[in-house]
């Protein structure tokens, strides 16, 4: 009998069709909604392997009803919703997808920071709405991004792939890490600085960091005051690193200018959400990595981590080593 994989959600079919020689292979088959929960643990149940999206919640109930699971290859580089040390403790192996999406999540991150400094979603929703009447001195004025300070909190490979992007706009780039990056801050002119230097010197506030027990609703209501009325604050890594109610009320009472959000404390977020009745709120359905070409790459790196476990071989990327 052939091994059996299930993916969690609609992928292309040449993705299937890959492993489909030597592996049986089923797919819930809608692209725009998760798999139910019960049909998850029905599947974890007689599944070899699992691919799995960043919206499935991998708990100790799922990795207990994997009997014969062997690996869960979820398609993103952060794997907070997937119980680590619970799969660990069964001999399940966890694989992401880091590096091959790497530019393409900064490349957003930067475009997010430019939109919300720039007031671009506010100005094309103005001129489709027909609102253009005249030209005027300071419509839709934004905020200048070249030779300001950006702050990066997490600075991993993204977010140096977000300070490299800065230095094309002459900014000064600080940011704040568990460790120092040396090699980084060489590269980019980089300066290590404490999280309270961060938040408070800085003009953009980029947040990249993974969402850890150390990190969750780290950006308080405190936080946000220590910033400068002026600053502009980007999430593109995980929504409850941030307390949004907080930020919600930093941002009518003034205490940073505009926010730039591609990810929620709740995914997806609602529209009638506070925070998305804002003008100086710029958001987007949590799209980091989402190119054609970086999401193919990520689809099939998780497939050849799926075809390298089942062969008992080292996953190109395994998070619990
Ligand atoms: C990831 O891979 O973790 C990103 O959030 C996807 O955009």
Known sequence: MKPYIFITRKLPDEVVEGLQDSYEVSMWDKEEMPVPRERLLEEA??????????????DEEVLEAGRNLK???NLAVGYDNIDVPAATQRGIAVCNTPDV???TTADLTFALLMAAARRIVEAADYIKGDKWKSWSPLLLAGLDIHHKKIGIVGMGKIGAAVAKRATGFE???LYHNRSRNMEMEEAVGAQYVSFDELITESDFIVCMTPLTEQTRGMFTRDVFRKMKKTAIFVNAARGPVVDEGALYDALVE???????????EKEPISASHPLLKLNNVTAIPHIGSSSIETRMTMMNLCA???????????PKSLVNK
């Open 101 to 103: 999406l790497t530019d």
């Open 254 to 264: 003034g205490d940073i200018a505009g926010a730039g959000l591609d990810v929620f």
């Open 304 to 314: 050849y981590n799926i075809s390298l476990v089942l062969s008992e071989k080292e």
């Open 45 to 58: 149940g007689k599944a070899d392997a699992l691919l799995t999206m960043l919206s499935d919640r991998i």
């Open 171 to 173: 900014m000064d780039i």
């Open 71 to 73: 690996v869960v290859a």
